[in-house]
């Protein structure tokens, strides 16, 4: 099957009339050329491409977080997008987001490294990162235990041991696994540190999409295909860029632009588990102490 259509589709964002014309197939020859290959990459690569982290992979994402964010005991950073798409029919308001157009969602957690460590693609546009996080396979797996989650470890120069975690903003609830910001506008200098070191370690997932949609720019524009052809597209690309990542690098300034993709932030209220809690207060004491600071923080808050 010619693959040559399918990546001219994904990496250029022209139509599926522009490959009609340019290949010289028929529209829904073209269609079922890339769906078929997205589909194919999805299902041959994703267990080299996108891997079940493995302990020792834990250990060496967290030591990536720590080099590189200066986040302690970090599995990754964790965030939900809009992946716009053309009304599905008959889908009512389902597909229907907070800022009232069309779309799917794409939750993914990111490495210091800029490549995907897991990502789940489908759900209804109106449903909010907390709620895609809750449903996911990565959710489940975190609350069986069948996640190959390092046990809690002290924190660098430290005898203080925290769980590991994954980082997120806002709009996730906070677990023993998923770090979020403190909320509130009068938050003192502890927490303030806190944040701002969590937000650092939290830009690589928010860039990884940047590279993401700046690399394949049929994510800047609206998806007018079927549902399950949407999905099988944006796995694609997750897939192909953890393979160019991980070939070929990227020469990436941060500047945490992504274009095509949009931010959940029509979040659920969830309740601070006193326990959690606890955690986060022990980090936002160590990140501020002589071990676990960093000299521009304090210029930063």
């Known amino acids: 099957m010619p693959t040559l259509p399918n990546y001219r589709y994904l990496a250029s964002g022209c139509s599926l009339k522009d490959l009609h014309y340019n290949f010289r197939v028929g529209r829904s020859t073209a269609g079922e050329i890339v769906h078929k290959v997205c589909q194919?990459?999805?299902?041959?690569?994703?267990?080299?491409?996108?891997?079940?982290?493995?302990?020792?992979?834990?250990?060496?994402?967290?030591?990536?977080?720590?080099?590189?964010?200066?986040?302690?005991?970090?599995?990754?950073?964790?965030?939900?997008?809009?992946?716009?798409?053309?009304?599905?029919?008959?889908?009512?308001?389902?597909?229907?987001?907070?800022?009232?157009?069309?779309?799917?969602?794409?939750?993914?957690?990111?490495?210091?490294?800029?490549?995907?460590?897991?990502?789940?693609?489908?759900?209804?546009?109106?449903?909010?990162?907390?709620t895609l996080f809750r449903n996911s396979t990565l959710w489940n797996e975190i609350e069986s235990g069948t996640l190959n989650i390092p046990r809690a470890a002290p924190l660098p120069g430290s005898d203080v041991t925290v769980p590991y975690a994954f980082v997120g903003d806002e709009a996730f609830g906070l677990s023993?696994?998923?770090?979020?910001?403190?909320?509130?506008?009068?938050?003192?200098?502890?927490?303030?540190?806190?944040?701002y070191r969590l937000s650092r370690a939290r830009r690589y997932v928010e860039c990884t999409f940047g590279i993401l949609t700046n690399k394949w720019r049929i994510l800047h524009r609206p998806l007018d295909v079927q549902v399950d052809f949407c999905v099988n597209i944006v796995k694609c690309?997750?897939?192909?860029?953890?393979?160019?990542?991980?070939?070929?690098?990227?020469?990436?300034?941060?500047?945490?632009?992504?274009?095509?993709?949009?931010?959940?932030?029509?979040?659920?209220?969830?309740?601070?588990?006193?326990?959690?809690?606890?955690?986060?207060?022990?980090?936002?004491?160590y990140l501020t102490s002589d071990a676990g600071q960093v000299p521009w923080q304090l210029g930063s808050i």
């Not at 599995?75 to 907070?98: C, E, F, M, T, W």
């Not at 957690?109 to 909010?128: Q, R, T």
């Not at 023993?176 to 944040?195: D, I, Q």
Request: hydrophobic share 35%.
């Open 40 to 130: 194919t990459i999805w299902e041959t690569m994703k267990e080299q491409c996108l891997p079940k982290p493995t302990h020792k992979a834990c250990l060496e994402i967290a030591a990536g977080f720590w080099e590189r964010a200066n986040f302690p005991n970090c599995l990754g950073a964790v965030d939900g997008k809009h992946v716009r798409i053309v009304k599905p029919p008959h889908s009512g308001s389902l597909y229907q987001n907070y800022k009232h157009y069309f779309s799917i969602g794409l939750l993914a957690v990111a490495d210091a490294n800029y490549s995907f460590v897991y990502v789940d693609v489908g759900s209804y546009g109106k449903v909010s990162d907390s």
């Open 176 to 195: 023993t696994h998923l770090l979020r910001p403190y909320s509130g506008t009068h938050l003192n200098v502890k927490k303030r540190v806190f944040n």
């Open 237 to 285: 690309c997750c897939i192909l860029h953890n393979y160019v990542r991980a070939r070929d690098g990227f020469n990436f300034v941060d500047t945490l632009t992504v274009v095509g993709l949009e931010d959940d932030v029509n979040d659920d209220i969830i309740a601070v588990n006193r326990y959690s809690n606890r955690y986060r207060d022990a980090l936002s004491n």
